[in-house]
């Protein structure tokens, strides 16, 4: 049993900072990629940041020079800094993660998702 708990979503003034973080527990053997999804309503789930075990890192686009992602490995957490938020950045953000509970077997897991809103 693999659980995702999400905090750091919050109401912000455009042009402001968050941090997310989310911390993965249970039957961990390893993790193999962490990273963080959003959506909104009427839209289509989308990545905003990933990081994988070997240390590449996927950004969405148009995140990239204002949100940075990275992880604890020792706490089994990952945290996106977001800096310069804008209105569009205004989702549900949730994280993913793939797991090995043990060796050879890889899960996905999503966390539940938090708010953010970024106001004009």
């Known amino acids: 049993q693999v659980q995702l708990v999400e905090s750091g979503g919050d109401l912000v003034q455009a042009g402001g900072t968050l941090r997310l973080s989310c911390a993965a527990s249970?039957?961990?053997?390893?993790?193999?990629?962490m990273g963080w999804y959003r959506q909104g309503p009427g839209k289509e789930r989308e990545l905003v940041a990933n990081?994988?075990?070997?240390?590449?890192?996927d950004y969405a686009e148009s995140v990239k020079g204002r949100f940075t992602i990275s992880r604890a490995n020792t706490q089994n957490t990952v945290y996106l800094q977001m800096n310069n938020l804008e209105p569009e950045d205004t989702d549900v953000y949730y994280c993913?993660?793939?797991?090995?509970?043990?060796?050879?077997?890889?899960?996905?897991?999503w966390g539940q998702g938090t708010q953010v809103t970024v106001s004009s």
């Open positions: 249970g039957s961990i053997f390893s993790i193999v990629s």
């Open positions: 990081i994988h075990e070997g240390g590449r890192v």
């Open positions: 993913k993660a793939l797991i090995r509970t043990v060796p050879g077997n890889i899960q996905i897991h």
